[in-house]
């Protein structure tokens, strides 16, 4: 591989090139991938369509075996571009239970945690 990273890897169609865009990513980038849908009910009060997760927002997951269970988000990890949610879990052949790794496009957001001083500000003036 010449390159780390380009962002004339997004032009290509071919799916190889979109996984290596992806999973090359700069963190300042990878990190707005991390967004989800908002309910109807907080796109109007809001004024937006979809928001940057954030550790204790609570979650509706959309596809998947999961699809309709709600939690809070517990972990994200911006370098391998997946959520954990509480009490969803998976289990493993030898009977531990592993959290399940899910992306943020699968999921709508419900509640805001609006704990950060930055985020309530950042809504308001919407």
Do not use: C
Not at 5 to 28: D, E, F, G, T, V
């Amino acid at each position: 591989m010449k390159k780390k990273w380009s962002n004339k890897w997004k032009s290509s169609i071919q799916p190889r090139k979109q996984r290596k865009y992806i999973y090359n990513l700069p963190l300042h980038l990878a990190k707005k991938r991390l967004r989800s849908i908002l309910s109807k009910d907080l796109r109007k009060k809001h004024k937006i369509r979809n928001i940057l997760l954030k550790q204790g927002d609570k979650v509706k997951i959309m596809r998947g075996d999961n699809k309709g269970k709600i939690g809070k988000v517990t972990k994200i990890s911006y370098v391998r571009n997946f959520i954990h949610i509480e009490n969803i879990e998976h289990i493993k052949k030898d009977g531990n239970k592993v959290p399940l790794k899910l992306k943020a496009s699968n999921l709508m957001v419900l509640e805001l945690n609006l704990d950060d001083k930055k985020r309530k500000l950042g809504l308001e003036k919407k």
